[in-house]
């Protein structure tokens, strides 16, 4: 068990490792960023930060060497950046976490290889065998970039009448999955923290919509029966033991129209669809994380309040002053200075105490 006092360091500048950075304060840690460029949301709220490369071995070790653990705030953290802190710090939730989850097919296939539901898919290694893949569709699918992509990006809708050499040039990766199109009646996610003795908690199943492929709205907890939010969050929980996570896993699951729960996308750090907790939980996903690495105990997931996220994307965040009048709604903003479409900058939580 690490003390207060003792310092984590954070993979990756954004506003997932500024939030971490804040919540471990709280706690008396401190944070090291490493952030590929500079003034990144995360360095700006503490005054350790190291600049570089993550492929800069020297510069990495030098990091190492001032945290007593680390933890990464994206998936796409390159393996050799986690290989080349490992002899000095422990990398947590762990280098096999990562990478199973920034491969989509490795994913699927631990996913169903432990018995969980996912959509229907196949690998697709090159426009030969998606254009024969496309002649057996009875219907819609989605063809995404095994490795890397978010928001939407390295994913392209297809159906049978599609063009292969469009759309494997659209997905622009060097390795394709091609998936199954879920009629499904919502979507939800539900947030794992696991401990270093292995004791875990969960959060509620919240319900998600999208925009434009990126996340829109959370609301917590999801309008689905108690059956159907038991088995997600049963799915969530098997997945993060299997797994042996040492931090936070978020598991993103469809719910279909006959209320089955299938697995869609694993994220092993906090999570958008987690934002709510910070208003409206006794301990939020990021101070949990916090927990989860340094040994200390998991706190509670209860929630005082239901609630409502909204992201603020682009040009939206120029509305921040109008939140700020609304009484039970809370503003948290990231500290990025260009808003472009697609951005994400900020999110407002909607309080509405249980009674």
Same mark, same amino acid.
């Given at each position: 068990?690490?003390?207060?006092?003792?310092?984590?360091?954070?993979? /990756?500048?954004?506003?997932?490792?500024?939030?971490?950075?804040?919540?471990?304060?709280?706690?008396?840690?401190?944070?090291?960023?490493?952030?590929?460029? %500079?003034? =990144?949301?995360?360095?700006?709220?503490?005054?350790? %930060?190291?600049?570089? $490369?993550?492929? #800069?071995?020297?510069?990495?070790?030098?990091?190492?060497?001032?945290?007593?653990?680390?933890?990464?705030?994206?998936?796409?953290?390159?393996?050799?950046?986690?290989?080349?802190?490992?002899?000095?710090?422990?990398?947590?939730?762990?280098?096999?976490?990562?990478?199973?989850?920034? #491969?989509?097919?490795?994913?699927? #296939? &631990?996913?169903?290889?432990?018995? %969980?539901?996912?959509?229907?898919?196949?690998?697709?290694?090159?426009?030969?065998?998606?254009?024969? @893949?496309?002649?057996?569709?009875?219907?819609?699918?989605?063809?995404?970039?095994?490795?890397?992509?978010?928001?939407?990006? /390295? !994913?392209? @809708?297809?159906?049978?009448?599609?063009?292969?050499?469009?759309?494997?040039? !659209?997905? /622009?990766?060097? !390795?394709?999955?091609?998936?199954?199109?879920?009629?499904?009646?919502?979507?939800?996610?539900?947030?794992?923290?696991?401990?270093?003795? /292995?004791?875990?908690?969960?959060?509620?199943?919240?319900?998600?919509?999208?925009?434009?492929?990126?996340?829109? $709205?959370?609301?917590?907890?999801?309008?689905?029966? =108690?059956?159907?939010?038991? @088995?997600?969050?049963?799915?969530?929980?098997?997945?993060?033991?299997?797994?042996?996570?040492?931090?936070?896993?978020?598991?993103?699951?469809?719910?279909?129209?006959?209320?089955?729960?299938?697995?869609?996308?694993?994220?092993?750090?906090?999570?958008?669809?987690?934002?709510?907790?910070?208003?409206?939980?006794?301990?939020?996903? &990021?101070?949990?994380?916090?927990?989860?690495?340094?040994?200390?105990?998991?706190?509670?997931?209860?929630?005082?309040?239901?609630?409502?996220?909204?992201?603020?994307?682009?040009?939206?965040?120029?509305?921040? @002053?109008?939140?700020?009048?609304?009484?039970?709604?809370?503003?948290?903003?990231?500290?990025?200075?260009?808003?472009?479409?697609?951005?994400?900058?900020?999110?407002?939580?909607?309080?509405?105490?249980?009674?």
């Amino acid at each position: 068990m690490l003390s207060p006092g003792a310092t984590i360091g954070i993979l /990756g500048g954004g506003q997932l490792g500024r939030m971490t950075a804040l919540a471990a304060a709280r706690l008396g840690f401190r944070t090291h960023i490493f952030a590929t460029e %500079v003034d =990144s949301p995360g360095s700006q709220v503490t005054p350790l %930060v190291t600049i570089g $490369r993550f492929d #800069d071995a020297a510069a990495l070790r030098r990091f190492a060497e001032t945290v007593d653990v680390v933890t990464y705030e994206t998936e796409n953290i390159p393996l050799e950046t986690v290989s080349a802190i490992l002899p000095i710090r422990p990398v947590l939730p762990g280098a096999e976490v990562l990478r199973v989850t920034q #491969d989509r097919l490795l994913e699927k #296939d &631990f996913i169903r290889g432990i018995g %969980v539901g996912t959509a229907p898919y196949q690998a697709i290694n090159n426009v030969e065998e998606l254009h024969a @893949a496309l002649l057996g569709l009875e219907g819609r699918a989605i063809l995404k970039s095994v490795r890397m992509g978010y928001d939407g990006k /390295g !994913q392209v @809708a297809v159906d049978r009448l599609s063009d292969a050499g469009v759309a494997w040039r !659209q997905m /622009g990766g060097a !390795q394709g999955i091609l998936e199954g199109f879920v009629e499904f009646r919502c979507e939800v996610s539900v947030i794992v923290a696991r401990g270093l003795d /292995g004791a875990v908690a969960a959060y509620p199943a919240v319900e998600n919509h999208h925009a434009h492929h990126i996340l829109d $709205r959370t609301i917590a907890p999801a309008r689905v029966s =108690s059956a159907v939010a038991a @088995a997600a969050e049963a799915a969530a929980l098997g997945i993060a033991n299997a797994l042996d996570v040492k931090g936070l896993l978020a598991v993103e699951m469809f719910v279909t129209r006959d209320d089955r729960v299938l697995v869609n996308e694993l994220a092993p750090r906090p999570h958008n669809s987690g934002h709510w907790t910070m208003d409206a939980c006794y301990t939020d996903q &990021f101070e949990q994380l916090v927990r989860a690495i340094t040994g200390l105990p998991l706190g509670s997931t209860d929630r005082h309040s239901d609630a409502e996220m909204r992201n603020l994307i682009g040009p939206e965040v120029e509305t921040w @002053a109008s939140w700020l009048e609304q009484p039970r709604t809370k503003l948290h903003l990231y500290g990025k200075k260009d808003a472009p479409v697609g951005r994400k900058m900020g999110h407002v939580t909607t309080l509405k105490p249980r009674s």
